[in-house]
C-alpha cells in the first residue's frame, strides 16, 4: 500500500473513531475539549500533502539526523558517472565527492550507459549555466525512464553545488527525475543521501557551513593523466558584489589551514603533478587562524591602498596569503604555482614581492576588473574606483615587470550608458589582457542588483558590446603575444595538441598556450648532440617563440630543463 493510501485511510479511521465518541453518554468535559480539538485537527488535504512531502527528506539544522543503517551507506560497487560545469572549484568539488564516494566503495564509471549514479557538479554564475543543466536533466530524464522501462536496475540523478544550493527543492519540483540535491557543503553527506534515494525517496541537502573548508578529505583527481592540479585553499565569499550569486551559494569565507595544504601539495608532487593552481572566491584574503599554525605574533590587517574599500570589516590575525605562497614556493621549488582568483582590492605589497622573489611562483595574474567605469563599479559594490585599479596595474608591472595579465569583465550591467561601456573599451585597450573572461550581464536573484536595480540594457545592446569588447581584446592580445616571438620561454609539455598528434601543446610562465613539434631534443642545456630525449607530457621544456596570433604561440623546443636550472641563468 503506498504512503497516500496509508494515510486516507488512517484518515477515515480517524473520522470513525471521532463520530462513535461523540455519541458515547456519560463523557466527560474533558473529552468534549479533545474531540473539539480533534475536530480542528489535519483535513484531508492535509493528509495527503504530508503523504507527498514525506517522499522528500530535506536536512534541517533544528531536526535530527534521521537513522541510517551503517551498511546501507556502502555503495555496494555502484557506478557514479560525473559531469562537471563551471569553474576551476567545481572541478576540485568533483574530485572530494569522488574521494569521499570512493572511501564508501562506490565505482567511477565514464560510461553513462552503464552508470546506476549520474551526479552533475553544477554553476549557478549565469543563467546560460543553468539552462546547460535542465537541458542536460531533460535528456537524463529520458534515459532514466527507459531505463526502468527496459531494465530492473534504476538510475540515480544528484545534481549537485551551487545551482543546487541556489534552487534548492524546486529543483526536485520543477525536474522530478532528480533524487537528490546537495549544496557545496554538505558533500559529506552524500553516502547517507544516495542511500535515501535507492530506498525512492528524494533527499536534499543545502546547509551551509561556517567552518567546512574539507581539509580532511584527499582529493582524488579525475584525471590521472594531466600533470596539472587544482589545490583549494578556501571557501565561500564575504565580498558582497552586487552582481554575484556566489556569496549565497557557496556561504561565508573561510580558509584552509596552511598545514593541510601543504601536505596536499607534497603529495601531488610525489604523485608527479608539475603544476598546482590554487583556488578560492578571494585567494589573496586568505587567512589562516588554526591553533596548529604558530604565529610569532598577531598579524595586523593590511591597509587597503587609496581608492579601494570592502563592505566588511578587516579582519585581523592569523597567517595570510603571502605566508601560504611562501611556504608552498620553499616546500615544492620544481612545481609551477598558479592561483585564481584574486580580488584587486586585496593585493598588499608583500604578495607581489614573495612573486617576484620565487621563480616557481607564475608571473601571471589574474585582476578581475568587470567594468572600467567608476560608477558601474560603485554599482557593483566593487570597492574600487577605475584610477585606483590602473593604479594597481601599474605597481604590479613595476615589481613585476615580465608579468601577464587575465581579466573578467561584464557588459550591459544595469544602468550602463554606452559612455560608461566605453571606459570599459578603454580599459581593455589601456592595460592590455593577455586572456579575458567577457560576458554579457545575466542578472541573478537573491543578489543585491535584483533587489536594488533593473535590468534595463537590452539583450540586442548587451551582445553587441560583448562583440566590441570580444574585438578589443583579440586587438590587444594579439599585439602582446607577438612580444614574445624571438624569446626563450619555460614551457609545461600539457599533452598532445587537439589538432594535431605531432605536436604537443604546453603553457608558458604567463600562462599563454604553446604549440610546439614532438621529437627528441637535448637532454639538457649543456648537452652534447648526441645526449637527445624525446619530449614527453610534463617535462619542462625551453622553447624559442617564433610565431604567435591573439590566442597561442607557437615554438622551436631547445632543451630540456627544470624551474631552478631555467631561471638561474636568466
Excluded at 22 to 29: E, I, L, R, T, V
Excluded at 353 to 374: D, F, M, R, V, W
Aim: aromatic share 8%.
Amino acid at each position: 500500500m503506498s504512503a497516500l493510501a496509508r494515510n486516507s485511510t488512517l484518515f477515515r479511521l480517524g473520522r470513525r473513531i471521532l463520530v462513535k465518541a461523540k455519541c458515547a453518554p456519560n463523557q466527560s468535559f474533558s473529552t468534549v475539549k479533545k474531540l473539539d480539538h480533534l475536530k480542528e485537527g489535519p483535513s484531508l488535504q492535509d493528509f495527503i500533502r504530508g503523504a507527498t512531502e514525506t517522499n522528500v527528506y530535506v536536512a534541517s539544522r533544528n531536526e535530527p539526523i534521521p537513522y541510517v543503517a551503517p551498511e546501507t551507506l556502502r555503495g555496494q560497487r555502484r557506478k557514479v558517472f560525473l559531469e562537471v560545469y563551471g569553474c576551476q572549484m567545481n572541478t576540485n568539488d568533483t574530485e572530494i565527492v569522488w574521494s569521499i564516494l570512493k572511501s564508501h566503495e562506490y565505482q567511477r564509471t565514464v560510461n553513462l550507459k552503464e552508470a546506476d549514479i549520474v551526479l552533475m557538479m553544477t554553476c549557478a554564475i549565469r543563467e546560460g549555466a543553468e539552462d546547460t543543466v535542465w537541458n542536460r536533466l531533460t535528456h537524463l530524464r529520458l534515459l532514466k525512464q527507459k531505463r526502468q522501462a527496459t531494465e530492473s536496475k534504476p538510475l540515480q540523478i544528484g545534481v549537485l553545488g551551487c545551482m543546487a544550493e541556489r534552487l534548492k527543492k524546486q529543483l526536485i519540483d520543477k525536474e522530478h527525475s532528480v533524487d537528490v540535491v546537495a549544496g557545496p557543503d554538505a558533500y559529506k553527506d552524500l553516502p547517507r543521501l544516495l542511500a535515501m534515494g535507492q530506498r525512492g525517496q528524494k533527499a536534499i541537502n543545502v546547509l551551509l557551513s561556517l567552518d567546512e573548508t574539507y581539509a580532511d578529505v584527499v582529493p582524488v583527481k579525475l584525471d590521472r593523466k594531466s600533470k596539472t592540479a587544482y589545490v583549494s585553499i578556501m571557501r565561500g565569499c564575504d565580498n558582497m558584489c552586487s552582481y554575484c550569486i556566489v556569496p549565497f551559494t557557496r556561504g561565508k569565507e573561510r580558509s584552509r589551514p596552511i598545514r593541510s595544504i601543504r601536505d596536499e601539495v607534497l603529495q601531488l608532487e610525489n604523485e608527479g603533478f608539475r603544476e598546482i593552481t590554487l583556488l578560492g572566491q578571494n585567494v589573496n584574503s586568505y587567512r589562516d587562524t588554526s591553533e596548529s599554525v604558530e604565529v610569532d605574533g598577531p598579524k595586523e590587517a593590511t591597509l587597503l591602498a587609496p581608492g579601494f574599500r570592502t563592505v566588511y570589516k578587516t579582519k585581523l590575525g592569523g597567517l595570510r596569503f603571502a605566508e601560504l605562497l611562501t611556504e608552498l614556493a620553499e616546500a615544492v621549488p620544481e612545481m609551477r604555482i598558479r592561483f585564481t582568483s584574486p580580488h584587486p582590492k586585496d593585493f598588499p605589497r608583500d604578495v607581489l614581492e614573495t612573486i617576484a622573489k620565487y621563480p616557481n611562483i607564475c608571473n601571471s595574474l589574474h585582476l578581475p576588473a568587470q567594468s572600467g567605469n567608476t560608477q558601474v563599479l560603485e554599482r557593483m559594490r566593487r570597492g574600487y574606483t577605475r584610477e585606483a585599479y590602473l593604479n594597481l596595474v601599474r605597481e604590479v608591472r613595476h615589481l613585476i615587470p615580465n608579468v601577464t595579465l587575465s581579466s573578467d569583465f561584464i557588459c550591459g550591467f544595469c544602468g550602463e550608458t554606452e559612455t560608461e561601456f566605453n571606459d570599459t573599451l578603454s580599459l581593455i585597450e589601456e592595460v592590455g589582457y593577455h586572456t579575458a573572461f567577457l560576458f554579457a550581464y545575466s542578472m541573478r536573484e537573491k543578489t543585491t542588483a535584483h533587489r536594488r536595480y533593473s535590468d534595463d540594457v537590452p539583450a540586442e545592446v548587451k551582445q553587441e558590446r560583448l562583440r566590441r569588447m570580444i574585438a578589443a581584446f583579440r586587438r590587444t592580445a594579439e599585439h602582446l603575444n607577438s612580444q614574445f616571438v624571438d624569446r626563450m620561454e619555460l614551457v609545461l609539455v600539457e599533452g598532445y595538441s587537439k589538432r594535431s598528434r605531432t605536436d604537443f601543446a604546453g603553457r608558458n610562465d604567463g600562462n599563454v598556450k604553446v604549440i610546439l613539434p614532438a621529437g627528441r631534443i637535448l637532454a639538457s642545456r649543456d648537452a652534447s648532440c648526441e645526449d637527445l630525449r624525446p619530449v614527453g607530457v610534463g617535462d619542462y621544456v625551453a622553447v624559442r617563440i617564433v610565431e604567435s596570433n591573439s590566442q597561442i604561440l607557437k615554438g622551436e623546443p631547445l632543451f630540456h630543463t627544470t624551474v631552478r636550472e631555467f631561471y638561474a641563468t636568466r
